[in-house]
């Protein structure tokens, strides 16, 4: 079974796929399409850009796509950084911006405040119109500096307090077992094996 990944992030890619390899999908991301549109994500949710992104690019491959919505969401914070996660630095911000800016901010708040969580929707669309989404999530504490360089976004100041690491510092089958993503995939494999995934 083939699945296009409506993604040009590779390490969410990269997840995605070596999350999916073991279950005998190949994934392909929108680096396959040619002249793949930047889908604009002006949702006011993690689910409705997740849902709008599936949907576009489903209508324009003509195949099943999933896309997905994450980011970090920090109580503290008001909920920030959220669905502006990628971009909280400015639009072409760097995975590095984003992370100091991200703690600039904190400065504002009491330590004990610093709790966190990952949340990513995912979707998964026909070319039909059809549409499901599955939400993982994933609770932790940030730090005051980044450590690890194993994975992306905000990874390098997000500890896990279970294994005492952050999830840049965790080697990917393990980040790819307790992660937000991973969370989502378990719920969406089931539905995306069976013969018609987005039934009525």
């Not at 840049?168 to 494999?189: D, F, T, W, Y």
């Amino acid at each position: 079974m083939k699945l296009l990944v409506a993604t040009k992030n590779k390490g969410k890619l990269r997840e995605i796929r070596s999350l999916l390899a073991i279950q005998g999908i190949e994934v392909v991301g929108l680096e396959s399409l040619e002249n793949a549109p930047d889908v604009i994500e002006d949702g006011d949710s993690f689910a409705a850009n997740a849902r709008k992104k599936a949907l576009e690019i489903a209508s324009l491959a003509n195949c099943l796509t999933l896309a997905d919505d994450s980011g970090l969401v920090v109580p503290g914070l008001d909920g920030a950084p959220g669905i502006f996660s990628a971009r909280y630095a400015g639009d072409d911000a760097t995975d590095r911006q984003n992370n100091l800016k991200l703690l600039k901010e904190l400065t504002s708040v009491p330590p004990d405040s610093w709790q966190a969580y990952f949340c990513c929707v995912m979707a998964l669309a026909d070319p039909q119109g059809r549409c499901r989404t599955f939400e993982g999530r994933l609770h932790g504490l940030l730090l005051d500096e980044l450590r690890g360089d194993q994975g992306f976004g905000y990874d390098p100041l997000f500890l896990v307090p279970e294994y005492g690491k952050t999830l840049a510092e965790l080697p990917l089958e393990v980040k790819n077992r307790i992660s937000h993503r991973g969370k989502a995939l378990v719920q969406l494999l089931p539905v995306l094996k069976s013969d018609d995934p987005l039934h009525d």
